[in-house]
Nanobody, 124 residues
Framework: QVQLVESGGGLVQAGGSLRLSCAASERTFSSYAMGWFRQAPGKEREFVAT????????YYADFVKGRFTISRDNAKNTAYLQMNSLKPEDTAVYYC?????????????????WGQGTQVTVSS
């Protein structure tokens, strides 16, 4: 089963940018749809963005539309989340997840593999 490792989190000022990476352990990465979720302190984990296997079908949560971009490089077995115009309310642990199949999903239970998470902190 594929394993996922996130990186790229950190501390950034409001209005800044970060790019998260999600590296997969196997060449079968291209057979998985990918998703990004986040969990803020005291809150439930929530959907952020998802990409189909080939990257052609993408969907975002309303609160990140126009600010975040999900992408993937199947040749590098890596998914990305480019985050621009960051706000303090974007502070959370960000997780990538893999789902077998073509299309991504917006709910956690559709994903069978999860990374360990990377902390993103946005200061005001």
């Amino acid at each position: 089963q594929v394993q996922l490792v996130e990186s790229g989190g950190g501390l950034v000022q409001a209005g800044g940018s970060l790019r998260l990476s999600c590296a997969a352990s196997e060449r079968t990465f291209s057979s998985y749809a990918m998703g990004w979720f986040r969990q803020a302190p005291g809150k439930e984990r929530e959907f952020v963005a998802t990409s189909s296997r080939g990257g052609g079908r993408i969907y975002y949560a309303d609160f990140v539309k126009g600010r975040f971009t999900i992408s993937r490089d199947n040749a590098k077995n890596t998914a990305y989340l480019q985050m621009n115009s960051l706000k303090p309310e974007d502070t959370a642990v960000y997780y990538c997840a893999a789902r077998e199949g073509y299309l991504g999903a917006t709910v956690e239970y559709e994903y069978s593999v999860w990374g360990q998470g990377t902390q993103v902190t946005v200061s005001s």
